[in-house]
């Protein structure tokens, strides 16, 4: 079957970088106005950027970065997602591959940070560094080093408390101005929506009405209402319809609903995945139980520790609910 209506299906993935932020000029202007004194040098305002899940926080920080480092040679960003790294290790193995400095396998922590703080001596170039999802951080204290290091420091989250609880050494050398990005309003998300559908569709496959239909039903989070407008278009795709009409619409928020849920699935590893099968396998159960089920279950199993750290990770993805104190706590799939 030809396709009538999605004329380039990677600009309606989450994954396209538009050219054109939109409705987001005061967060804008905040975070260049922190990170613009490295491009003649001087020492950047870290700042923490903060907002529910599919506000524009991972885009504008990747576009500021990209027109950062076109404008100005010296300044050289380097973005990392917490989740898929979480410990200090991981981070900082990360920065230096993106800085292209050679870190061995088996390369000691002390020798990494000493690379690191090499890196950022450098009088000609000037660091600029995102640590997006912050709140995945096994531990703050790579916060400090940064920090202290010289680097700038871009900080995002989906929570607001994300940096709240912090120790207080690491808190006074941070310094962190707040940037908060507030769910979009329905009129600002059409205009996203209908930004992707201008170049992602054939022209005039989807009414202005439509797209403000979409707007409406994905509560101000960009990311579900893009997933909506390709879900919708794919459907109308499928019934060989020229259009998309609000009945494909129905259909697609019926999907997206899933949407959040499976994705933050998606991203779990196999051990977590396990446990998270059996919490689902049961009606409630402690975290002891949990374990000796894991353990039985595959070859090698992670620490105990390790699995109470997912649970808190489930906990916090909205994945498992708990009831009952800490020593008595019983987890339910959700
Ligand atoms: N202001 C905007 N203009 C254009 N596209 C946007 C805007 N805000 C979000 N998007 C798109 O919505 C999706 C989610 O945005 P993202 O920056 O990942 O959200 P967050 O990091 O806040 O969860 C991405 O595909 C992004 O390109
Ligand atoms: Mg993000």
Redo the contacts with the bound molecule.
Sequence with gaps: MENIIIANESVL??????E?????EGQKQVLIDCVKPASSGKRIRNIF?Y????????????WTMAELEKAANRIKTIYVNCWSRSTAYAVLGEILHQAEIFVSPRESMLSMTRKFENMVKSPERKFIIAL?EVDQLASTEILYDVSRSGAGLVC?S?NPYALSNVDDRIKSSLQVEGAE?PA?TAD?VA??IG??AKYGLAPNSILRDDVKMIARMCNG???V??EMLRKAALIAENENKRKISAEHIRKAFDEAKFMRKSKSEARLNDDEMEILKIIRSENRINATHIYEKYSEKVSSPVTERAVRKYLKKFSKLGLIGHEGDVRWREYFAV
């Excluded at 993935?13 to 538009?18: A, D, I, K, V, Y």
């Excluded at 899940?53 to 504008?60: C, F, H, Q, R, V």
């Design positions: 993935l989450e994954s396209h970088q538009p054109d932020v939109l409705h987001r950027l907002g529910p899940p599919g506000t524009g926080k991972t885009l504008l920080t990747r997006d995002i989906n990005f979009y600002q205009d996203i930004q992707r989070d960009a990311r209402g893009i």
